[in-house]
């Protein structure tokens, strides 16, 4: 990894997270529910995007530094499944053991299903 594509990983990094804090406040405001919907919708889209950007490389469209950048520095930093794992014991904490498991089990399974639909788009193109 040269110098220049560690400083764009970091950088990338670091407005990952800026998005994924702003986007969440932005959900949190409007969305008046116990669920984590702002973490939700994060790894969803960052899942999505993180199969497109590694499809893409797959298929040589983007170059290797790009995936580096873009997936393990931008959607890295976007989303956030330590902040998911945690709202998940939340919610069992306070006995909402149904919205816990939900929470956490589908995260899981849609953010599966939604790299596995990026990465086929990724490819097909």
């Given at each position: 990894m040269t110098p220049l594509v560690f400083a764009g990983l970091s950088l990338a990094g670091g407005v990952g997270a800026a998005?994924?804090?702003?986007?969440?406040?932005?959900?949190?405001?409007?969305?008046?529910?116990?669920?984590?919907v702002g973490t939700f919708a994060i790894?969803?889209?960052?899942?999505?995007?993180l199969g497109l950007i590694t499809g893409l490389t797959l298929n040589?469209?983007?170059?290797?530094?790009?995936?580096l950048i873009l997936g393990?520095?931008?959607?890295?930093?976007?989303?956030?499944?330590?902040?998911?794992?945690?709202e998940t014991v939340r919610l069992a904490q306070d006995r909402r053991y149904l919205a816990?498991?939900?929470?956490?089990?589908?995260?899981?399974i849609a953010a599966?299903?939604?790299?596995?639909?990026?990465?086929?788009?990724?490819?097909?193109l």
């Amino acid at each position: 990894m040269t110098p220049l594509v560690f400083a764009g990983l970091s950088l990338a990094g670091g407005v990952g997270a800026a998005l994924r804090l702003l986007i969440d406040g932005l959900l949190r405001a409007r969305v008046r529910t116990t669920l984590p919907v702002g973490t939700f919708a994060i790894n969803l889209t960052g899942s999505l995007l993180l199969g497109l950007i590694t499809g893409l490389t797959l298929n040589s469209l983007l170059p290797e530094e790009l995936h580096l950048i873009l997936g393990g520095g931008l959607m890295g930093g976007f989303t956030t499944f330590s902040t998911a794992s945690f709202e998940t014991v939340r919610l069992a904490q306070d006995r909402r053991y149904l919205a816990a498991l939900a929470n956490g089990l589908g995260m899981l399974i849609a953010a599966a299903a939604a790299a596995g639909l990026g990465l086929w788009i990724g490819v097909q193109l």
